[in-house]
């Protein structure tokens, strides 16, 4: 992919210009590669931070820090509490405004006490072409980089690049937080995050990748990637998943016939 090169390029020029960087880190695909990439470029001036909440699957904080502790880089964990603002509970369209502006407001502190000017996160190409995200209208107000993006790297590329550079996270299944699994409207608690966490990580248990649990009320509606549906024909898997499900509360288990899609809740 020459055109993918010329913008990695690119990527080192951009986060060469910042001189110092956090990058607000999930340990997913976007922002361990824009951590690898800052770290080589910027050496011991930028540092990594991780929100430890319920709106985030559990495994994904183990991967954060030993990813950041491969990169080599100095690793900070907060704890954001966006399931204590009303706003974002209630969830509204723009839910995810006020969890990013919750975050990026602690990423920012954090920041200025390390005498840090910039704050960076993963947004990518495709993000913002191909998707609903009004959490990037907070990191705008708050002066939030993107540098992904400022390069024009879309996920693929990233994927592909990943891989060039040895970061095992390059072939990592798409993971959002757990508030993306209710309609709009319907209210964010502790305690139903808890069962999608639960409920997504049987699923991953079973050997499935790519997936979601979406919460309707007393119905739970599983999206998996579409070569994956078969394996509901097997009546062993299919009676542990309708009993695991209901164990934690779900009365009705459907399967998406349409299966994995990104933002099928936007």
């Not at 509970?89 to 995810?96: A, K, L």
């Not at 107000?141 to 992904?148: A, D, R």
Request: aromatic share 10%.
């Amino acid at each position: 992919m020459e055109s993918a090169e010329k913008k990695y390029k690119n990527l080192k020029r951009i986060i060469s210009e910042y001189g110092n960087l956090l990058v607000a880190f999930s340990g997913g695909v976007d922002s361990t590669f824009l951590l690898k990439t800052a770290k080589d470029v910027l050496g011991e001036n930028v540092i990594a931070v991780s929100a430890l909440s319920e709106t985030y699957v559990r495994e994904e904080l183990e991967t954060a820090k030993k990813m950041a502790e491969k990169i080599g880089v100095k690793h900070i964990i907060i704890e954001s509490k966006e399931v204590d603002i009303p706003q974002f509970r209630e969830n509204p369209p723009d839910r995810c405004y006020y969890c990013k502006y919750e975050l990026f407001s602690l990423l920012k502190k954090i920041a200025a006490e390390n005498g840090i000017r910039y704050v960076a996160d993963g947004t990518n190409y495709n993000d913002v072409r191909n998707d609903h995200r009004p959490g990037m209208r907070a990191a705008q107000e708050l002066g939030v980089v993107s540098p992904l993006y400022e390069a024009k790297l879309n996920k693929e590329e990233i994927r592909y690049l990943s891989k060039n550079i040895g970061l095992e996270t390059w072939n990592k299944p798409e993971m959002a937080c757990l508030s993306s699994r209710f309609p709009y409207g319907t209210d964010i608690t502790r305690e139903k995050l808890q069962t999608i966490d639960e409920a997504e990580r049987f699923l991953r248990g079973l050997g499935f990748k790519q997936l979601r649990v979406r919460h309707h009320g007393d119905t739970a509606r599983i999206e998996i990637e579409q070569e994956s549906l078969k394996r509901f024909s097997d009546d062993n898997m299919r009676i542990s998943v309708v009993d695991k499900f209901k164990s934690l509360g779900f009365k009705y288990v459907a399967l998406d016939l349409e299966g994995y899609r990104r933002g099928s809740m936007n």
